[in-house]
């Protein structure tokens, strides 16, 4: 039942059926919440969580669909975590964008595995296997880029980085 719902979830979104309802929204208050929601899923490894940002952070997005983003990241860098390790999020604005980066520490994604991650259905292999439906990163992947940004995967020294990025938008661009 997962597997449907993700894919016909997916399959929306590839048919850019998909109308986005911005409005302004305090990103620390978005992502609070949803750091709390995964208290239970830290405990079960003792992770910590920090939220690293200025608290008056606004940013103009569909707020339903930007936290499906970061909540498929956060729920990655739980499940990719190791034990008793941390998790960081960070936001950063800059002139004319916003970067949130969701970092963990865990085994190091090697690069070829990397480079195909945001691929529907593509699931990491071997110790890096776990139940899911490969679909998370590619809705997180196609939400963003319908949000005119972007978003990045680094792995290196046994640190995993997702970044998002997203367009700062004007009155001349509201929806």
Same mark, same amino acid.
């Given at each position: 039942?997962?597997? *449907?719902?993700?894919?016909?979830? *997916?399959?929306?979104?590839?048919?850019?059926?998909?109308? /986005?309802?911005?409005?302004?929204?305090?990103?620390?208050?978005?992502?609070?919440?949803?750091?709390?929601?995964?208290?239970?899923?830290?405990?079960? =490894?003792?992770?910590? @969580?920090?939220?690293?940002?200025?608290?008056?952070?606004?940013?103009? @997005?569909?707020?339903?669909?930007?936290?499906?983003? %970061?909540? #498929?990241? /956060?729920? #990655?860098?739980? &499940?990719?975590?190791?034990?008793?390790?941390? *998790?960081?999020?960070?936001?950063? @604005?800059?002139?004319?964008?916003?970067?949130?980066? %969701?970092? #963990?520490?865990?085994?190091?994604?090697?690069? $070829?595995?990397?480079?195909?991650?945001?691929?529907?259905?593509?699931?990491?292999?071997? $110790?890096?296997?776990?139940?899911?439906?490969?679909?998370?990163?590619?809705?997180? =992947?196609?939400?963003?880029? /319908?949000?005119?940004?972007?978003?990045?995967?680094?792995?290196?020294?046994?640190?995993?980085?997702?970044? &998002?990025?997203?367009?700062?938008?004007?009155?001349? /661009? $509201? #929806?």
């Amino acid at each position: 039942e997962d597997l *449907i719902n993700e894919f016909l979830e *997916i399959a929306k979104y590839n048919l850019s059926s998909v109308t /986005l309802q911005y409005r302004e929204i305090n990103l620390t208050r978005l992502l609070e919440p949803l750091v709390y929601e995964f208290g239970p899923v830290f405990d079960k =490894k003792d992770l910590s @969580c920090r939220l690293e940002m200025k608290e008056d952070i606004t940013l103009k @997005c569909d707020a339903d669909k930007m936290l499906r983003v %970061f909540d #498929n990241l /956060l729920q #990655n860098a739980a &499940v990719y975590s190791s034990k008793g390790s941390n *998790i960081t999020i960070e936001a950063r @604005c800059h002139a004319d964008h916003v970067t949130i980066t %969701f970092s #963990n520490h865990g085994s190091t994604i090697p690069k $070829e595995k990397l480079d195909r991650i945001f691929q529907q259905f593509y699931r990491l292999d071997g $110790e890096h296997r776990t139940e899911g439906t490969g679909l998370g990163l590619a809705i997180a =992947k196609q939400i963003t880029e /319908l949000h005119g940004g972007t978003i990045t995967a680094a792995s290196e020294h046994d640190e995993t980085v997702f970044t &998002v990025m997203l367009p700062i938008l004007r009155n001349s /661009l $509201e #929806n």
